[in-house]
């Protein structure tokens, strides 16, 4: 069976959930099929882990247009490419386009993976502009023509059928993320956070993603601000969405350094052997979204062994086992597709108060730890989620 993969992000070109999904089921399903990765971006090894690996750059004649209109420019190119595969398998909606083209084009059936959802990301308007009408369209279009939808969580699933009610709830299948927890073993060293300015004497917060609306890093900096004075407060942050999502963070990271030490923000996305460190020195992995399908990273913080405080929001509840691996905050939102809390301030105490109720038991922290890392490995191993995507694949033939 040949399954060709469209995706945006793959190594070393990831900036996100859905990347790092897409380059752990290569791994493994390169082992099963004959499996062709169709990537954006700039030239990469042509070969990963048995998979055979294209790339495709944004065609010049499009350098100065809208994002949106970027992106299809790739896919068309990705499109002729995926003649003679079996099953055509997309993720996100950057690549939702070529898969349902190549259906068209070529007979085959079009499986995709639902990382996120258009219509529960309407601040994406803030970057794209009219091209998030476009990623809208293209989203909606191949969400109802597929043969068959991948979501990375029940909570995303049920998004998708409330999102596109056209869509036959039958197609729409569950898959979790996953995590290789041979790679993610808990680090006791101390030379990386020390290099980075952590003090592992004393008690962190530890937040690692995009700066996006949908993270919640404003709610977690104002919950901070209530923090005992001896907690550190470290932020592993990618650039912002936006010029003016990124003033509003650094003006309230600025505000919080006049009234405490110990915030440490690290400006780049830190390489994996750098993360774990500093996952495993955090005393609590926090995870204020308030728009997560799955969450990804709380997998990766469990795997290092830190407890988790999180927002009670889309895919986390099905990681987060509350009051066992860490604990759950309620998050009532506002039914306008923006997650916004119904009340800011109440979310942000609640936050405040779950923080502090780990951070006060350092025991509680360290067994919250250990019952996350056999949580990751018993239930997100990801040879059990290639398997059950390679009976998805099959379901469609």
């Known amino acids: 069976m040949r399954i060709d993969i469209v995706t945006k992000e793959f190594p070393p070109e990831i900036y996100g959930g859905a990347g790092v999904h897409v380059a752990e089921l290569s791994r493994v399903l390169a082992r099963e ?59 996100t909606w950057y690549a939702n386009m070529a898969g349902h083209l190549a259906a068209l084009l070529h007979g085959i059936p079009h499986v995709l993976s639902a990382h996120s959802l258009e ?24 969400y109802e023509a597929a043969a068959a939808i991948i979501a990375v969580s029940d909570g995303m699933r049920q998004d998708i059928l409330r999102c596109y009610p056209q869509v036959d709830p039958a197609r729409v299948k569950v898959v979790h993320n996953g995590i290789d927890v041979d790679a993610w073993q808990r680090d006791e060293a101390d030379d990386v956070v020390t290099s980075l300015g952590i003090d592992p004497g004393r008690p962190s917060v530890v937040w690692v993603g995009r700066v996006t609306r949908q993270k919640g890093v404003p709610y977690l900096l104002k919950a901070a601000a209530l923090l005992p004075p001896e907690v550190q407060i470290v932020l592993c942050a990618g650039a912002a969405d936006t010029p003016q999502l990124g003033a509003e963070v650094n003006s309230l990271i600025e505000g919080l350094r006049r009234e405490r030490d110990g915030v440490i923000v690290i ?10 460190q500093v996952l495993s020195h955090a005393t609590v992995f926090a995870c204020p979204s308030i728009y997560e399908p799955l969450g990804i990273v709380n997998l990766e913080a469990m795997a290092c062994g830190a407890a ?12 987060v086992d509350d009051g066992v691996t860490g604990l759950l905050v309620p998050l009532e939102q506002v039914n306008d597709g923006t997650g916004t809390p119904l009340d800011p301030d109440r979310f942000i105490r609640d936050f405040a108060d779950a923080l502090i109720s780990v951070l006060k038991d350092p025991a509680l922290a360290r067994t919250m730890g250990q019952s996350g890392r056999t949580r ?11 398997e059950t ?9």
């Open 267 to 276: 400006e780049r996305m830190l390489p994996r052997n750098e993360l774990i």
């Open 389 to 397: 995507t390679l009976d998805v694949y099959r379901s469609v033939l």
């Open 376 to 386: 990751a490995r018993e239930l997100f191993s990801w040879h059990s989620i290639a």
């Open 308 to 319: 988790v405080v999180a927002s009670a929001t889309g895919g986390i509840p099905e990681v």
């Open 33 to 91: 099929v004959d499996l062709r990765v169709h990537a954006f971006g700039a030239a990469r090894p042509a070969d990963y882990h048995g998979a055979t690996v294209s790339s495709y750059p944004s065609p010049a004649g499009l350098a100065n247009a809208n994002a949106a209109l970027q992106t299809l420019g790739v896919d068309l190119q990705i499109v002729p490419d995926i003649a003679g595969a079996d099953v055509v398998h997309s993720h």
């Open 119 to 142: 219509p529960l990301r309407p601040w994406k308007a803030e970057q794209l502009g009219g091209g998030y009408a476009v990623s809208s369209w293209v989203e909606k279009t191949a």
